[in-house]
């Protein structure tokens, strides 16, 4: 094999059909997109995965336990949040709210993507400091 000669490329499918796949990438798009419109949306945001999770438990015609587990951990992340800005709210009385909101929501964010990339490489992820309501 010569130096230049590029090696094969594996392909990570995890033998999922095109719809699995399609539903994950929502799944994905849930993780994310609802921890940066968190926020901005007066908690609204929330509705994105928890209509994801409902829909995929219930009446989904493919069951994807992989996919529900994300979505209702997104969904339980998001709610924590909110719960969690009610005490940031107060805190705000008192100036720290004004450090404490920003950061936690900074950590959300990271959070999203490692639950995120979790979802894409096949992994369970749970969000750490979430209160498990669903």
Do not use: C
């Amino acid at each position: 094999m010569d130096a230049t000669a590029r090696p094969t490329a594996v392909i990570l499918d995890h033998g999922l059909d095109a719809s699995t796949a399609k539903q994950r990438d929502f799944g994905a798009a849930a993780h994310i997109i609802s921890a940066f419109l968190i926020p901005f949306s007066l908690g609204f945001s929330i509705l994105l995965p928890a209509g994801l999770y409902f829909f995929h438990n219930h009446f989904a015609e493919s069951r994807d336990e992989f996919l529900i587990n994300h979505m209702r951990e997104a969904f339980n992340a998001n709610v924590s949040f909110l719960f969690a800005a009610l005490i940031h709210g107060a805190l705000m009385f008192v100036l720290i709210g004004f450090l404490t909101f920003p950061i936690h929501w900074i950590l959300l964010v990271i959070w999203s993507f490692k639950a995120q990339r979790s979802l894409k490489s096949g992994e369970f992820y749970r969000y750490p400091f979430t209160i498990r309501i669903f």
